[in-house]
């Protein structure tokens, strides 16, 4: 079932390529296992797929150990300064950083191990309240600051678009991250890639790829709904 899941959703992912004139292998399916057990994981694996996405440190460091070392880990969700520390060396990259304090400390953490953090800045598209993610016109400074980390990589940019029932809606905010994207990377800001559009979740990868994703975050649509009140 979930490796078949994930199956359907590359052959997907080639038609959207085709229709729209990308190549499939610069988009990267990221199989988003939140809340799911780590054998859900192991039945994903026989798909081939490699990259997982987690949102709660401990929960990817408790996979981290069960599961084979070539999986490429993805942290996704808001990340606690003082939980930093437990990433170090085990993940591929960081979705989710929209603060100076945060990359300072992922700087502190990273360089004690002289490793480099690969990461993404979370962009708040939609002005919504709710969300964390900076503001679009305060991006370029942030990354401007960031820059100048020597263990700290900044690669691209990650958004989370609003909850909705027509993905049409949602083709607005994915066109602007791509802009802005594209707007940084005309700066060449020394250390800085604009790489990765990490965007696209279960309810709107499609419209997603076709705006220019290369990350796409589905869990739902490969795992199931998720129970929370366990
Ligand atoms: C949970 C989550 C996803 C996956 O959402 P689905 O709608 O289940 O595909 C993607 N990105 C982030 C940041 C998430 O927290």
């Known amino acids: 079932m979930i490796d078949q899941n994930i199956i359907e959703i590359q052959n997907e992912i080639n038609d959207v390529c085709a229709k729209v004139g990308r190549d499939p292998s610069e988009v990267t399916l990221i199989a988003v296992s939140k809340t799911k057990p780590y054998t859900d994981i192991e039945e994903a694996m026989k798909s081939g797929c490699l990259d997982y996405g987690e949102n709660k440190v401990q929960e990817l460091d408790q996979k981290y150990d069960l599961l084979p070392k070539d999986i490429n880990w993805h942290m996704i969700g808001h990340l606690q300064r003082n939980k930093v520390k437990y990433l170090v060396g085990k993940v591929k990259m960081i979705h989710s950083v929209d603060s100076l304090r945060l990359a300072n400390q992922i700087e502190k953490e990273f360089a004690k191990k002289d490793l480099i953090a690969d990461i993404l800045i979370e962009v708040n598209m939609a002005g919504e309240e709710s969300k964390f993610g900076i ?73 997603a790829i076709e ?15 998720r129970n929370y009140n366990i």
Do not use: Q
């Open 135 to 207: 503001k679009p016109e305060e991006t370029e400074e942030l990354i401007r600051e960031i820059s100048k980390l020597e263990h700290v990589k900044v690669c691209g940019l990650m958004t989370i678009a609003p909850y909705t029932l027509e993905p049409e809606d949602n083709r607005v905010y994915f066109k602007k991250l791509k802009e802005l994207s594209v707007d940084i990377d005309s700066k060449n800001i020394d250390n800085v890639t604009m790489s990765v559009l990490s965007m696209g979740m279960s309810g709107d990868y499609r419209v």
């Open 211 to 225: 705006e220019g994703s290369t990350m796409i975050r589905v869990g739902t649509k490969i795992f199931g709904e």
